[in-house]
């Protein structure tokens, strides 16, 4: 199983993949059954969930809403430090992740529009270094494994800080090598497969250090960064839902 998703995520565009990968999933999900992780955005719960990624990684994608690590660990940061399932908040969502999606769409509190430059889920067609929306038009921005992909990432970070209302906050995550003191970047670097090898993916134009937080800030942004999983959760908790022990929560503030 983990050969077959590893192939799949390598070899069909992440566009077609939103479209059909849920029904796949909760085809393979009759050999899960069973009730030791549990899916901190759908409820649902498994003997263990399916193995996703480029070198299939165990334990990752739940059968159901099609959630991973960081989307596990995002809804969940959501739920205990945030105020984003009580207040009224105009939200926009770059790069809409499908287990999210119906989930906003349904909350009565939120304002919700999803935005990407290519993705078949999303409502509006937008290129990131230019948001067609004027400044101060949203309490709340999520934009995550976007700017590992963008040609000028302080330019689209600039952008989120520019539509953010004052006292708006956004939440940027990204992959990160954190062995790295600083972000490696290079762009004599074309090929895709020499891509994949120094940046981790055949798309990705550089790799985010643990200067990551900082990276974020030349875009305007107060920058808090919330070691979640580390800090506040037990390890039962962390194993449970399958999150990703070692990732930082960026929750970049609009003054």
């Known amino acids: 199983m983990k050969q077959i998703i590893s192939w799949v995520v390598r070899n069909i565009p992440r566009k077609y993949l939103q479209l059909v990968a849920h ?3 909760k085809l393979i999900s009759v050999f899960y059954v069973g009730n030791q992780v549990e899916c901190t955005v759908c409820g649902s719960q498994y003997r263990k969930f399916l193995p996703y990624g480029r ?4 334990n990752a994608l739940c059968p159901n809403c099609l959630s991973l690590e960081r989307h596990r660990l995002m809804y969940l940061y959501l739920q205990r430090k945030t105020n984003f399932f009580k207040d009224n908040l105009k939200l926009l969502h770059v790069a809409p992740e499908y287990c ?4 906003f769409e349904k909350q009565k509190n939120l304002d919700y529009i999803t935005a990407d430059i290519e993705s078949p889920l999303a409502k509006v067609k937008m290129d990131i270094h230019q948001i ?10 999520f934009c995550n494994h976007v700017m590992e992909h963008v040609d000028d990432y302080v330019k689209a970070t600039s952008e989120l800080h520019r539509v953010l209302k ?5 939440i940027i995550q ?16 074309t090929d895709p497969r020499e891509r994949e090898k120094h940046f981790w993916q055949a798309d990705h134009l550089r790799l985010f250090g643990r200067d990551y937080g900082r990276c974020l800030e030349k875009g305007g942004f107060t920058v808090v960064e919330d070691r979640f999983v580390m800090d506040e959760l037990t390890s039962t908790e962390a194993k449970r839902f399958a999150l990703p022990i070692n990732e930082v929560i960026y929750l970049c503030k609009k003054s």
């Not at 999210?100 to 989930?103: A, G, L, P, Q, V």
């Not at 004027?134 to 309490?139: Q, W």
């Open 174 to 189: 990204s992959p990160q090598d954190w062995t790295r003191a600083t972000t490696y970047e290079d762009a004599s670097i």
């Open 166 to 170: 004052p006292g708006g906050w956004a």
């Open 132 to 141: 067609p929306f004027e400044a101060n038009t949203f309490d709340v921005a």
């Open 23 to 25: 029904f796949a999933a």
């Open 100 to 103: 999210f999606i119906d989930r």
């Open 55 to 58: 070198r299939g990684r165990d």
